[in-house]
């Protein structure tokens, strides 16, 4: 198993997009997954590999028997999606010893699922200098302490007023 899709992973070094991402199903568009469970691509398989997945995927009881290509051999129970019931991926429960990083692992068809990236895209993030804007927004102790200090200001008006 790669850690990064040759392909994904260039366009996205390309683009600098380090953003979390949601990982949906095609046919409904239901977030099935995201970038914080995301393991890795199984290229030759064709699928994108999670340990976790959402509530959304249902994993069927019946364990099937890979009879070709590389997974040959290998048991697995299928996962569908409880909104549009199509079958979306596998989860392996014994595999060929080359497999043995995607056993017990969510692997979701690569031509069944798609990506959201969160965040600013590259243009927009590019129009505004966020690390500058970062720098002069006050922090939440420094509200906090300027509020308190404006607080006792106040006070102290009034109470020289009432005096």
Same mark, same amino acid.
């Given at each position: 198993m790669t850690s990064?899709?040759?392909?994904?992973?260039?366009?996205?070094?390309?683009?600098?997009?380090?953003?979390p991402y949601v990982t949906?199903?095609?046919?409904?568009?239901?977030?099935? %997954?995201d970038s914080f469970t995301f393991l890795g691509f199984e290229d030759n398989l064709k699928m994108a590999i999670f340990y976790d997945k959402?509530?959304?995927?249902?994993?069927?009881?019946?364990?099937?028997?890979?009879?070709?290509?590389?997974?040959?051999?290998?048991?697995?129970?299928?996962?569908?999606?409880?909104?549009?019931?199509i079958e979306i991926g596998r989860i392996y429960n014994s595999t060929?010893? %080359?497999?043995?990083?995607?056993?017990?692992?969510? %692997?979701?068809?690569?031509?069944?699922?798609?990506?959201?990236?969160?965040?600013?895209s590259p243009e927009a993030a590019s129009k505004y200098r966020y690390r500058e804007q970062i720098m002069d927004t006050p922090t939440?102790?420094?509200l906090l302490v300027h509020t308190r200090k404006g607080l006792r200001h106040n006070t102290l008006y009034v109470n020289c007023m009432s005096v």
């Amino acid at each position: 198993m790669t850690s990064v899709n040759e392909e994904q992973g260039k366009e996205a070094e390309a683009e600098g997009v380090s953003n979390p991402y949601v990982t949906f199903c095609k046919g409904c568009r239901i977030i099935i %997954a995201d970038s914080f469970t995301f393991l890795g691509f199984e290229d030759n398989l064709k699928m994108a590999i999670f340990y976790d997945k959402s509530d959304e995927i249902l994993c069927g009881d019946e364990l099937n028997l890979a009879k070709d290509g590389i997974d040959s051999g290998s048991t697995f129970k299928l996962l569908t999606c409880s909104v549009c019931k199509i079958e979306i991926g596998r989860i392996y429960n014994s595999t060929p010893q %080359a497999l043995d990083t995607i056993r017990d692992c969510y %692997a979701f068809y690569n031509d069944m699922i798609d990506h959201y990236i969160l965040g600013p895209s590259p243009e927009a993030a590019s129009k505004y200098r966020y690390r500058e804007q970062i720098m002069d927004t006050p922090t939440a102790h420094g509200l906090l302490v300027h509020t308190r200090k404006g607080l006792r200001h106040n006070t102290l008006y009034v109470n020289c007023m009432s005096v």
